[in-house]
């Protein structure tokens, strides 16, 4: 269920928003404990949040918690604890309470509109991993373009690389993206870097990949 969202002050001075998420205080005649209590940090030390840890939460759930205090996209969040890195879908509770720092730092990474969380290259046998791509379809293991699958969310179309994805959205599907429902900065800012001269040529796909074009291309809008 939705937490409810308060202000609340950070060891900083400036403001830092809380969220008690079935929160459960001690008080007279009730035997309940408080619960615990992270303080969600940017490796710059800025504060994004304060939640309180519920046991059956997950990390899936505080993600969405951050990403309703302001944060960054779930899909775009790596949550350290400690010198550990949260798993999707692992409860966090006994994590904190063994931590006990109540500290928990957020670092944002590029995520992928397609896959939602780690990518993977159909080219080698890398493990999935964050930002795994450029924005050129290339791999950061095997350096090839081919492996992965920009899919649009507004026909059946897919290309090898987030680069020609949103160059698709632009001019296929101008309504759409003249209401703001696709991420622009991307592309604008490859057009930026285009004409500041600093080219950058996308490579060709591997050969036997994407091959749509030959058997038709079919497009369903």
């Known amino acids: 269920r939705q937490p409810h969202l308060r202000p609340g002050g950070s060891a900083e001075g400036s403001t830092c928003w809380s969220s008690p998420e079935a929160l459960v205080h001690s008080t007279a005649g009730m035997a309940d404990e408080e619960q615990p209590r992270v303080s969600v940090r940017k490796l ?6 304060e ?14 918690t951050i990403f309703r205090l302001g944060g960054p996209y779930p899909s775009e969040q790596q949550l350290v604890l400690g010198h550990d890195v949260l798993v999707d879908g692992e409860p966090v509770s006994a994590k904190v309470l063994a931590d006990g720092s109540g500290l928990l730092f957020l670092l944002t990474v590029k995520g992928c509109p397609t896959c939602d969380g780690p990518c993977c290259c159909e080219l080698c046998d890398c493990e999935p991993n964050f930002g ?18 920009s899919n649009c969310i507004f026909c059946l179309q897919r290309f090898p690389s987030l680069c ?6 632009r001019f296929m599907h101008v309504a759409e993206f003249l209401e703001g429902q696709w991420n622009n900065s991307r592309l604008d800012e490859h057009i930026r870097q285009r004409e500041s001269g600093n080219i950058v040529f996308a490579p060709m796909p591997e050969e036997g990949t994407f091959l749509d074009a030959l058997c038709g291309g079919v497009v369903v809008c």
Do not use: N, Q
């Not at 710059?44 to 949040?49: F, L, Q, T, W, Y």
């Not at 795994?132 to 699958?149: I, R």
């Open 132 to 149: 795994l791509f450029d924005y050129y379809g290339v791999c950061k293991e095997c350096s090839k373009c081919g492996g992965h699958s």
């Open 44 to 49: 710059s030390g800025a504060c994004v949040g």
């Open 51 to 64: 939640i309180e840890i519920t046991p059956d939460m997950t990390t899936t759930s505080l993600k969405e």
């Open 164 to 169: 020609a994805l949103d160059t698709h959205v």
